[in-house]
Structures are given as C-alpha cells and as structure tokens.
C-alpha cells in the first residue's frame, strides 16, 4: 500500500500547526453549536409555558450563530490553536461579566450597565486583536471576536432563560421584576396574561441579544483587526527607516 507522505514544500511544524489549528476550530465551532442547541431547547420550553409568544426570531439568530461556527472552522483552520484557546478565554470572560449583572439584579441591586458593557466589548476586542496580530489577516480577527460574542451572548440568553423557568414565582423572580420595572411595562402593555408577557419581553431579549452582540462582535474585530494591521505596517516602515 501506498503511505500518504507530506508535501516537500510543506515545513513539519507547519503541517502539524495547520492540523492542530483545525481541531481546536473545530472543537470550538461544536461546542458554540451545542450551546444554541441549548438555548433553543430554553426557547421552546418557553414557548411551551406561553403558546402565544412565539421565538421564531430569537431562533433565526440562532441558526445564524450556528451556521457561523460551522463556516469559520474552514476559514480559520490554518490559524494557531493559540488563538482559539484566547477567543474560548474571552468569550468565557464576557459571560462571567454578563451572568454577574443578572445576578445582582436578582438580589435587589441595579447593575451598572457602562463598566459592563466596557468589559465585555474589551475582551471580544482583545480576541480579535490576538488573532490578527498573530495571522496578520483582518478576517481571522472578525471571526474571533465574533465568536468570542457568541459565547458571551449564548450563556448570557441561557442563564436568564433558564433562571426565570426555575425562580418563576420565587420571592427572587418578583424582586428582580420590580429591579427591571417588569411590573410597570406590563400594566403599559395591554396584554392580558402576566406570564405570556414575560415569556414574550424574555423572547425579545434573546433576540436583541443575541443579534447585536453577533454585530458588535464583528465590527469590534473590524476595528480591532485594521488596527492591528496599521500598526503592525507602521512598525516594519519604523524598523527599515533605522536599519
């Protein structure tokens, strides 16, 4: 039988870097996947609870993260596993960020929405930076901040999707709702049920969520990315001026 040999021109620690990047992509792109699996199971229990509040756009968000991960393993398979343990860190970090301002909330407490928001879009920014200065490619940058995003955004839609189905009645839930004013946008609602309310103002959370932090992930990679690209040329054009 014939033996597979390496390409000549192919360096071995080359080869070994390009398959060793595509199993940490791959890896990552699985388990962004089975965290929309997830929310989605979140989604239709909700719906399940409130047959009038319907997630289908929530959903389409969803689908999009997913098809997303799916296309960025094949794009981002040369890229060092380095940069997919760094976007996993950061999108990590944005969900410790994001969770901890639901719960303060939870114990009576406003959160302070700009020190957060600052936090998270830095870390999906430091995500893109690191990838671009290591490829020196922009789009690598959007693929890692944008992922970085979807973990943040994922365990963010999923803790309170699921915190309201197991506090749902608790004296915890009721304390939150008069934190967020739940109380006040109903009564403005119109709408007959408290319960199909919530379910639908959570529906419209998830969706918001998860759409603009998708976009402001891509565009904080954008950013960050040419960023980096300038001041990486700008270096070079500094080092050969000196020599």
Same mark, same amino acid.
């Given at each position: 039988?014939?033996?597979? !040999?390496?390409?000549?021109?192919? /360096? ?5 870097? *390009?398959?060793?990047?595509?199993? =940490?992509?791959?890896? #990552?792109?699985?388990?962004?996947? @089975?965290?929309? @699996? &997830?929310? #989605?199971?979140?989604?239709? $229990?909700?719906?399940?609870?409130? /047959? =009038? ?8 968000? &969803?689908?999009? $993260? =997913? ?5 960025? +393993?094949?794009? %981002? ?8 343990? +760094? !976007? ?14 639901? +719960?303060?909330? $939870? ?7 700009? /020190? ?14 690191? %990838?671009? =200065? ?20 994922? %365990? ?10 197991? #506090?749902?009645?608790? @004296? ?9 004013? !739940? ?14 309310? +919530? ?22 990679? !954008? ?18 001026? *000196?020599?």
């Amino acid at each position: 039988m014939r033996q597979r !040999t390496r390409p000549e021109h192919v /360096p071995a620690n080359t080869a070994m870097g *390009i398959v060793s990047g595509s199993h =940490a992509a791959r890896r #990552l792109a699985r388990g962004i996947q @089975a965290s929309v @699996a &997830l929310v #989605l199971v979140l989604l239709a $229990y909700g719906w399940r609870l409130a /047959p =009038a509040a319907v997630p289908i756009a929530a959903a389409a968000v &969803l689908l999009a $993260y =997913a098809l997303f991960a799916h296309v960025s +393993v094949a794009i %981002a398979k040369e890229a060092s596993p380095r940069i997919q343990w +760094v !976007t996993l860190a950061c999108g990590v970090a944005s969900a410790a960020v994001l969770i901890r301002a639901l +719960v303060v909330q $939870y114990f009576g407490r406003a959160a302070n929405n700009a /020190p957060m928001v600052t936090i998270v879009f830095a870390m999906w920014l430091v995500a893109g930076i690191t %990838a671009t =200065a290591r490829t020196r490619r922009i789009r690598d940058a959007v693929i890692a901040s944008t992922l970085s995003a979807q973990i943040g955004s994922l %365990a963010n839609v999923g803790f309170f999707l699921a915190s309201y189905y197991v #506090l749902r009645g608790s @004296a915890l839930q009721e304390q939150f709702f008069r934190i967020e004013g !739940t109380y006040e946008d109903f009564a403005r609602s119109g709408v007959g049920d408290f319960g199909t309310f +919530v379910i639908g103002d959570l529906f419209g959370g998830a969706f918001f969520h998860l759409l603009f932090g998708g976009l402001f992930g891509a565009v904080l990679g !954008t950013l960050g990315g040419a960023v980096t690209i300038g001041i990486i040329r700008v270096l070079k054009r500094h080092t050969r001026s *000196i020599v």
